[in-house]
């Protein structure tokens, strides 16, 4: 980087306020952020763009405009400012940042630096490569029951505190993307079992496994069993709750099945039910005895952490399913589905949504779907596909995504190393709507430009606020914007980093960035 | 906060120091201080003067699928009693309305309402090829499209097309959750959305909150629009409460006490209670958007459905009680809607599955009370066990916009339907019930004038 000039500025402008003063052990070296030295930064970034090119020109019609698609309806057609951010994305560096933001919950400036030193494809191969690696276990999880039901801010703050310090970033960020896709929320499922807990962990176990395996872990999920009422399916009486969203939901989307289909897979996906633990069975038989009722014959310790089949409750019959009709079984049913063409394009959509770009070109979709299935459905492979494909960093992919509140918190809580910020995450969380173990709908969580309403920014802001509020010392500020927005800023952050010398500031204008929100 | 070892720099004396800017801060944030709402409200009603006229809208979202046959129960229909050897016993302590139909026993409060002559039922409400996922669903209910090829959410177009919503954020308000309901999406009309009036204001005071005015101005990339809208609309609301707050005092009882089989997420009394505060103090509100879950009823519905009847009834109640009281009940209309009713057969797991047909109810004093539509007949249910309906769900928006907010229901439904006449006093056209706003909310002459 050539070297910036700097704009002098007036003591006055300069000048910290007497309380900041006194409190804060002023930095020993202030360096004034200059504008000229954030546009030359970007126009290095952008590789030797002119500082005029800043924000660059391009034209938004160029763009993929989010919104097409009925569930991000937000944003399409969005009037803008009619310029875009200069992708950095041929700069090794900003790769780097790029996929940290994307396949992490954001960086400290240590882990920043290594990567950048192992470079982009070691950096893929570390994170995609590594087994997930499993947190301590949650303090009295496996015992709950209705007398000692989970804490579930606790269990929150559990999770948000492994998303922090987790050695294996990725498969974090991935048991954070399955919790949204195969969801469950802790109401319905209930604190009284230790179900809701148990699915974290499996989830984070099959992260990275195939689809097929981790279809079969998801449909007999104690979690699952209880969310969409599979538990309770009979034969007899099949409900068709789990039926509708496995295909609706998990594998295909509507328009790939009929009514008859969702009717008949409830039949022959029946006949599990909930497994019960020593702490439920103790539970249940202390209340018998309470009340004075018989403890119920068939009423047994279940020794697993998985839905217990019975066939006594399965359906017997042949049924016509996805155009086949025979006697099923629940891994038959799967199987059934993963040979129905729609699933890896739908699994495909999905993914990049959320890890490259709102509106995946049908080409990529189709190209990354075709690999996918041939690779019988490996998610690890599916994802270094995608992580390694020329469109992850195209200019039309950089920025393109919203951070979801808990990417946007863990990440603030990584920038500025602070551990401790676990609870205020929790407690911020509802506000931007985003509260652990309780999506808003079957359908999970919202994406993109759905994070952008009024109250949403508000509460993004006010935890930045209140988190660096609560730091006794922020790490030196050293550059931060280099670090964390790339060096390509907008005018206003530039100009209020040129305002002030104060570092806490410098990091609130960092991190409250409109920059900072996106990924 | 109680972190380990927070002691020498306190968040207080964080706070009080502010974050600290150089002289050109204040100078740069000048252009957005928020505009005093007294002049706000003048300039909005300058803009209104001839255009509307006063009245509000609430819609309550049903979120879930709301079962229609455990909400307006037939009384004495053996076949409705064989497709629900559980359900049904709904129909023992049910609250009849006619001789044949009863009001489910926990919506005491809304019958009364409906024996004074305020609530209508439009029964049998759905729609041609009806879906049975929840999101397709929603979304024709959403955008008031069946074909699913509006983008634009019926609520939010009626804003778009009809009020100028730019310089006043609170015409349409979603309160009560933290993102815009589909139904009050669309992108040429600014819409707040609020989940509780109390943390409603930014954290570090006005020295924060102007910088952060400064920092979301002229955003660039796909989304710095929205950016830059929602902190322009998180200002002038933040502006608006603060005023609105010191006038209002809930003149009822709204309770979220209210025990329920799991605990709902949506906290539909405080909701209501902030609906009421920004009708009662004059924000310029028009259209309201809250929501309750919880509907998806699959398994042990009995008990879980009654208690969301009971939880809807008590806040529903106490939002017109708490309007009566203010004088203002007489310009509010409050609907519900739902994505779909459920299926009459009861399944093993004594719920319901995803059906069609339900009713919607009307509330308010606006409302001709009584029965409307067509009660669905559970002797002829279709191939998959479901009612058929008997009035599209557009001709109940229909009467909402023409009749109620007096504006064009053809230029957001695209079409015409017959008229449910469920309001009593129709709006004249927009074109000719002039200037009927007024910011402090006196009656004014010709209001309601049919």
Redesign the interface.
Known sequence: MESPERVE?SG??????P??SE??PKTSRRVPLSRRQVLVGAGVAAGGLGVARL?GLHD?SQ?G???QS??T?????????G???VAPLSKPEAQIAHLLRRATFGYSRAEYEQSVKDGFNMTVDRLVESKPAEPDAFPGGDDASRTKPLNIGALQTWWITWMQKTPTPFAERMTFFWHGHFTS?F??V?PQTPYIYWQNLTWRRMALADLRSMLYQVTIDPGMLRY??LG???G??????YS?ELM?LFTMG?GHYT?DD?RAGAKALSGWREPVTQAMYDDLVARAQQQGRQVPKNLKVDDVKSGVFEPARSYNGTVAYLGVTKRWDTQAVLDRILEQDAVAPFIVTKVLREFVMDSPADAYVTRLADGFRKSRYDVKTLMRAVFTSPEFVSPPAY??L?KSPTELMVSTAKAVENP?LA??IVQSA????QTLF?P????GW?S????????????R??FT??A??????LPAFTNAHATFLDGVI????A??LN??G?E??RW??VL???EF??K | MDEKGIARYTRRDFMKAGFVFGVGAPALAAGYAAVPDVFARAVFDAKQAGVVNDRVLVMIQLGGGNDGLQTVIPLSNTRFRDLRPTLGAVADKALPITSDLGLNANLAGIKKLYDAGKVAIVQGVGYPQPSFSHFDSIRVWETADPTRRQQDGWLGKTIATNYDSAGHPLVGCACGTTSVPGALHDLQATLTVIQDQTTFKFQGGDNVEQVMGALYTGTPGIYGALFDTAMTTVRDTVAQLRTSAAQYTPKAAYSDKQQLVYSSKNQLAAALSLAAELIVTGSGVKILHVTLGGFDTHYTELNRHDDLMAYLDSAVSAFYADLAAYGMSDRVLVATWSEFGRRPNENASAGTDHGTAAPVFLIGDPVKGGLYGQAPDVNKLDTLGNLGYAVDFRAVYQEILGSHLGVSGRDILGQTFDRIPFVRDPAKSASTNGALVNAAGAPLPGRNSA
Do not use: C, F, H, Y
């Not at chain 1, 007899?236 to 709750?241: G, Y």
């Not at chain 1, 660096?468 to 010392?473: D, Y």
């Open positions: 500025r006055e402008a300069m000048k910290d306020s309380q900041m409190k804060r924000l938004l763009l405009l989010p919104g009925p569930t309806p937000a944003a399409s057609g969005a009037p803008g400012t310029v875009d951010w929320d109401r319905k209930s969409l009422d309770q399916s009979t007899k009486s099949p409900n068709e709750n509708r609706e509507v009514e969702v920025r393109a919203v401790q609870r205020t509802p506000g931007m709507g309780d808003p709908e079957v359908g919202p993109n430009a759905s994070w952008i309403s009024s109250a949403d920014v508000l509460s802001l006010n606020v209140n660096l509020a609560t730091m006794p010392k907008g005018p206003k952050t100009e209020l305002q002030t104060d806490a500031s609130l204008i409250a960035s409109p929100q996106l």
